[in-house]
């Protein structure tokens, strides 16, 4: 069977050794020495200066709404997983659907600023499958009007624009390292801002709000990496190299044997050193998606509908005003892509597609 992906799986004698760390330790959780070197060494991989890894790349988000979205409307992308629009209603405030880009993806920066009123506290986009949005307009737009960026940057772990992380983009940006994804710690997460007083306060309310073992700072709740979460990051880290290179292959693979007449692909955005996160590929109609994904299936070979429906259409939502995403959503299909996907297998897969 292949998947749309497949977890990387350091050699087992790499985790044990972290495991047995814990073990002489004696400590599972709490700011514990695997934590704190998992945190210095993301650091310095990533090159980012405030880093807090979590529980899972939802709950940074959430924390982050929390601080600074205080129950507004917050402007947001529709086409995203739905963690991105989740955590805004989770969060009591009211998310505000700008439609996307039709060939980048990302929230359109142009149309923003319509959508802004005087309740509007932030804004919530997606660096979607590791592709930038426009930062430098959105920074301008939000200094404007005084409103937060947040960005749910799920997919960028390894990506930089304009020569540095995108995590330092933002007042916060936020990672996933679920299972899924490119980096991962099993379930995990982390939160990233730009300076020391944000990175303060996102703490304290990761932690309960603790600030002292008695004494608690404000609201909080519990979003805090444990160690044997950090073990599997510490095991996992030394192999990213690796891992990007595979999924080059893989996307290299694509590039060059399918029929790009028939399909269209994500744009990258101009200066962004990408990540192979995804390999999404957009079909000319919904119908010929389903024939392809139909005939792959047949196969056993399962892409996944990443990123369908468009979130405007999700059950606790009311209204739907964003055709593009809704449109793309309908039409694209991502790819399997993984660092152990053969090139027989591939070579299936491109022949599924094209001659169908
Ligand atoms: C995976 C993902 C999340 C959620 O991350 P978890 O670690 O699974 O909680 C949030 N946003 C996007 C865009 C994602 O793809």
Redesign the pocket.
Known sequence: MINVTKTFFPPIEDYQKQVQRIWDNQWLTNNGELYKELSEKLQEYLGVNHIIPMT????P?QIALNAFANGGEVITTPF??V??TATIVWEKCTPVFVDIHPDYLTIDETKIEAAITDKTTAILA?H?YGNPCAVEDIEAIAKKYHLKVIY?A??CFGVSYKGQSIFNYGDVS?C???A??LFHTG???ALFCQDEPTKQEMWYRHNFGHDGPEKYHGLGLNAKMSELQAAMGLSVLPYMEQIMTERKRVCEYYEAHLDFSQLSKLKLREHTDWNYSYYPVIFKTEKELLNVKTRLEEENINPRRYFYPSLEELPYINSSHCPIAKDIASRVLCLPLYTTLKENDLKTIVILINHG
């Open positions: 899972n790349g939802t709950l988000i995203s997983y963690a991105t997606t979607v749910d799920a997919h936020t996933s390292f679920h899924t994804k379930e995990g997460g």
